[in-house]
Nanobody
Framework: QVQMVESGGGLVQPGASLTLSCQTS????????IGWFRQKSGKEREFVAA????????EYADSVKGRVIISRDDVKNTASLQMNNLEFEDTAVYYC???????????????WGQGTQVTVSS
């Protein structure tokens, strides 16, 4: 059974940094790309970043490019999303997901975590 568990969310002030983690189990982690998505209140889930299996290719949404770094650890079967200079508009529930390819469309992903809340507020 595949499990994906996000952690690291919380309440931060604008300009702060936060690193989200995605711990996986039951997944052939090395064979999967990992994507991060977010869902703002009342909005559809949107792409944030993705990293290919092997980590050679990364994709970022324009809204976070330059502020976010996605990475993976194939020994620990984890992925991370480092977010810097957080803005009010980054407030959302953040999800990690797994798919063979680093897709930008959520419906293509096979497995999902339950999400972790990030709130940016002064």
């Amino acid at each position: 059974q595949v499990q994906m568990v996000e952690s690291g969310g919380g309440l931060v002030q604008p300009g702060a940094s936060l690193t989200l983690s995605c711990q996986t189990s039951g997944l052939s982690f090395r064979s999967y790309a990992i994507g991060w998505f977010r869902q703002k209140s009342g909005k559809e889930r949107e792409f944030v970043a993705a990293i290919s299996w092997g980590g050679r290719r990364s994709e970022y949404a324009d809204s976070v490019k330059g502020r976010v770094i996605i990475s993976r650890d194939d020994v620990k079967n984890t992925a991370s999303l480092q977010m810097n200079n957080l803005e009010f508009e980054d407030t959302a529930v953040y999800y990690c997901a797994a798919d063979p390819y680093p897709e930008r469309e959520a419906f293509l992903y096979d497995y999902w975590g339950q999400g972790t809340q990030v709130t940016v507020s002064s």
